[in-house]
């Protein structure tokens, strides 16, 4: 008995230093988004955004390597400005909203890139399928204090996929050849962070 105890005291003793060095963070929804962009009719691009974005951030103050990311996209909140687009984009061709209500994102690795970026590995969800994407990182920006007393850090992140990847394969043949839609879809997510007690 007494060798596993002094294993596990041993565990916990190293273990406490990564504890003690975490800080937890929220999403702050009301000025947090996600944005996209994708080829239309192969001649321009057409964007949109999902306003309503949560999550949390484990950031660890001492390796930030070892932080933790899990953010949660309201797909109903969509716009592209246009009702009619945005209707069909939330339809069962492409988001299918009723069936999938939330995009995830949970992160597995973050490693250093180059001037200080991050490259954040993890799953996203969309549609119902799960595939790992890497996001480049810009951030997390020093501490500021809001007039409330709040400690906030700002984060941006961009990545590129393929929609099909996640099953959003509707599309129409263009009698001039190509398609309606392009597959590639580029990524941005700017977030705000609220430091939690404790």
Known sequence: MKP????????????????????????????????????????????????????TVAIDDKDVTRSVVEVSIATASLSTNHEK???????PDFFDVEKYPAMTFKSKNVRKGPNGALKVLGDLTIHGVT???????????????????????????TARINRQDFGLVWNKALETGGLLVGDEVAISIEIELIQQAG
Do not use: Y
């Not at 005291?9 to 800080?23: E, F």
């Open 4 to 55: 596993i105890r002094t294993l596990l005291i041993a565990l916990l003793a190293l273990g406490l230093p990564c504890l003690a060095s975490a800080s937890s963070w929220s999403i702050d929804p009301d000025h947090s988004n996600a944005q996209f962009k994708v080829q239309h009719m192969m001649i321009s691009q057409v964007r949109g955004d999902f306003p309503q974005v949560q999550g």
């Open 85 to 91: 687009r945005d209707d069909h984009l939330k339809s």
């Open 131 to 157: 595939n790992e994407v890497e996001l480049q990182v810009t951030g997390p920006t020093p501490s500021v204090k809001d007039p409330w007393g709040n400690i906030r850090k700002g984060a941006q992140a």
